[in-house]
């Protein structure tokens, strides 16, 4: 198991700061938090070979980018291949961030995976009903 360091990196000119925790036993977690006047957060774990990605607060056009690069080097730059996002706390999301999932999703297939949406909220859930995503994603409610 690869064992990561605390500790933080203020981007420039950005507001954002990007935490790294420390490996503990079988779960890994790293949290990253956009500009705090931007209620945003995005924690990712590993267990047993899964990754669940917890979104939290707004998703939207100045915390995608974030969101984006997140799922793209879990996809990508680490070779998960089968992630669950968890939507429970997301309390927002635009056009951006429907983006960033449906980008997500079709890297993850390219590969062989696929993304699972989970609990997203009401208003959330008839967002990817309007837009035709619900039958593009997996959705756990």
Not at 29 to 40: G, I, L
Not at 118 to 123: E, M, Q
Request: hydrophobic share 40%; charged share 25%; net charge negative.
């Amino acid at each position: 198991m690869e064992h990561l360091q605390d500790r933080q990196h203020q981007a420039p000119n950005s507001g954002l700061v990007t935490t790294w925790k420390a490996a503990r036993g079988d779960v890994e977690s790293e949290r990253f938090h956009v500009d705090p006047y931007a209620s945003f957060s995005v924690e990712v774990s590993r267990l047993d070979g899964r990754v669940l990605v917890e979104v939290k607060g707004e998703l939207d056009v100045y915390s995608s980018a974030h969101l984006r690069s997140t799922l793209l080097d879990l996809i990508d730059g680490q070779g998960n291949l089968a992630l669950v996002i968890d939507l429970t706390e997301l309390q927002f999301i635009d056009s951006t961030g429907l983006g960033v999932l449906v980008t997500a999703l079709r890297r993850s297939r390219v590969h062989g995976g696929d993304v699972v949406l989970r609990h997203p909220s009401r208003t959330t859930l008839r967002l990817l009903q309007v837009t035709g995503l619900d039958r593009v994603f997996t959705i756990v409610e």
